[in-house]
């Protein structure tokens, strides 16, 4: 295999990480943010659940919640087989294709993540909106504004500023994070580099994958420190 | 009377707060409330500003009824009476992100900018009264004495120009009343004066007030009228000269002593 050729195999491989890291963030910060409501709800009851509920995941290590998102449908009686793998079936068939596709194992990844990052990013909003001085929600107040006004043209930036550098580093984490993927026989890029050393004696792949990583974190670095530049203009 | 309190209550738990206040104030008067710590002058005040409901009684302002204990168990809105009233905390909770004018602009122009959504102004309306609102934030900075401040943000103005930002701010809503809560309490000894110079400026002007405040002789200055609060009842009130003369209220003399000790 010529250097392009693997570089091509390793590309196919990282867009599953990046699809993976894209979905993540895009489903598990709207949940991320009702959790970390329901976390500071006035109702005791809804506080308590999401409480244990956000201990429970962010107890749970993640390659062990993978497995029990893609155990668990077989284990409470949903189909004779693994729901997920029935779902790469159907795909595969539908594809016409002659490899066994991916798709349900990728959604069952892909429910763990969320799962776990949302409860990981509850608790990162919670600490921005319970940062913000009472004092801010009460001198809108007085000055007649809506509750939604008060949100959106007050709180809502001094939280994001406040919430950007730890919001900044679960980010980096997920990206390392989607590699776990790899435990329920998802072709992502380690997976592939792997094969390359198993199948073919060629090692250096494994190593040849940090770059896509490192390339890809130095990007949202750059891009994740100038959204903290454009905030440092204020202190909250 | 302009504004008239009515039998106010409030209780926090089993500890009862204000336990009947009764007070009333006429247009232009100001009104300055002093007291012990934990008297309850700072929940007098949040009651009238709607931060906090009041467990029984009424507040009128020019003859109209803005708060009803009765009522408000009934229904939830609380806002009602807010913009009768301005409140300048002690605190000063300027919004950070915004500069000094847009500190003052935020609200008003929020509100033009609801109604233009709501279709009860034209486009042009809008812009028309968002220049205005701009104008008069303008010319409160200059009153307040920060014309070349306007673009500073809050955390580049000291503790006495954020609080005059924060008086300029509750004013851009032409209040009916303005309430301050230790409006120099956050402030060094050394700059309290510039701040105390603009209440009495707006003191000159007729503007209605409530001042609590632990700087007697600024009350003194500035007060058509004093209230001494003591364990959330209204222990003495009168002008200035009348309050001070009541020697033979104890717990008001052991208030004042306590200042006149520490001016030693
Ligand atoms: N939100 C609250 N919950 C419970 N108790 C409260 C609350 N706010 C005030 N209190 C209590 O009510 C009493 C009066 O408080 P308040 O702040 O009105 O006093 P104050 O006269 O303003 O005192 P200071 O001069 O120290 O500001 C105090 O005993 C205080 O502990
Ligand atoms: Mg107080």
Redesign the interface.
């Known amino acids: 295999m010529s250097f392009w050729q693997i570089t091509l195999e390793l590309l196919g491989g990282f867009g599953l990480t990046c699809l993976l890291f894209l979905l993540t963030l895009i489903l598990a910060i709207p949940l991320g943010l009702g959790i970390s409501f329901c976390t500071m709800s006035s109702f005791k009851p809804l506080k308590a659940v999401s409480k244990i509920f956000v201990w429970l995941i962010r107890g749970i290590p993640l390659m062990l919640l993978i497995f029990m998102i893609y155990y668990l449908p077989g284990l409470l009686g949903l189909g004779s087989l693994n729901i997920f793998n029935q779902l790469d079936r159907y795909f595969t068939s539908l594809a016409g294709s002659s490899e066994m596709l991916y798709h349900g194992r990728f959604i069952a990844v892909l429910i763990a993540f969320v799962i776990n990052y949302s409860c990981y990013f509850s608790e990162i909003f919670r600490g921005g909106i319970e940062s913000i ?1 009472r ?2 929600y ?8 809506t509750k939604g ?1 008060i949100f959106r ?2 709180v809502l ?2 939280v994001i ?1 406040c919430i950007l550098p730890p919001m900044s580093n679960e980010i980096i984490t997920l990206v390392k994070d989607t590699a776990l993927a790899n435990a329920i026989a998802i072709p992502e890029i380690i997976q592939r580099a792997e094969l390359m050393a198993s199948g073919q004696a060629i090692i250096w792949p494994i190593f040849y994958t940090a770059v896509f990583y490192l390339l890809f974190v130095g990007g949202l670095t750059i891009l994740l420190g100038r959204a903290e530049k454009k905030l440092s ?4 | 009377m302009f504004l008239e309190v009515k039998n106010l209550t409030k209780s926090f738990g089993e500890t009862q707060v204000l336990q009947g206040i009764n007070f009333g104030l006429e247009k232009g008067q100001v009104l300055s409330i002093i007291g012990s710590s934990g008297s309850g002058k700072t929940t007098l005040l949040r009651c009238i500003n709607a931060l906090e409901t009041a467990d029984g009684g009424e507040i009128y302002v020019d003859g109209n009824k803005i708060f009803d204990a009765a009522e408000q168990k009934n229904k939830k809105s609380k806002t009602k009476n807010i913009l009768n009233f301005g409140f300048v905390f002690q605190s000063f909770n300027l919004f950070p992100q915004y500069t000094a004018l847009e500190n003052i602009t935020l609200a008003p122009s929020l509100k033009i900018r609801e109604a233009y959504k709501q279709k009860s102004i034209t486009k042009d309306e809008m812009k028309e009264k968002l220049a205005e609102i701009e104008n008069n934030a303008l010319s409160l900075l200059a009153k307040v004495g920060l014309s070349e401040k306007k673009n500073s943000y809050p955390c580049q103005l000291s503790g006495g120009q954020q609080q005059r930002v924060s008086i300029a701010r509750a004013l851009a809503l032409s209040p009916d009343v303005l309430c301050f809560d230790e409006p120099t309490s956050a402030l060094d000894p050394e700059i309290t004066g510039e701040v105390l110079k603009i209440i009495k400026s707006l003191a000159a002007e007729n503007m209605t007030m409530i001042i609590v405040t632990h700087e007697m002789a600024f009350a003194r200055d500035v007060s058509d009228k004093i209230i001494f609060m003591d364990g959330g009842v209204i222990s003495a009130e009168g002008s200035p000269a009348e309050l001070f003369a009541q020697r033979e209220n104890r717990r008001l003399q052991a208030f004042l002593s306590s200042f006149y000790d520490m001016a030693k």
Request: glycine residues 14%; hydrophobic residues 35%; without cysteine.
């Open positions: 001085s004092g801010q009460e001198a809108g107040q007085v000055l007649g504004m006004q043209k007050i930036k001094q500023k203009y204020f202190k909250a």
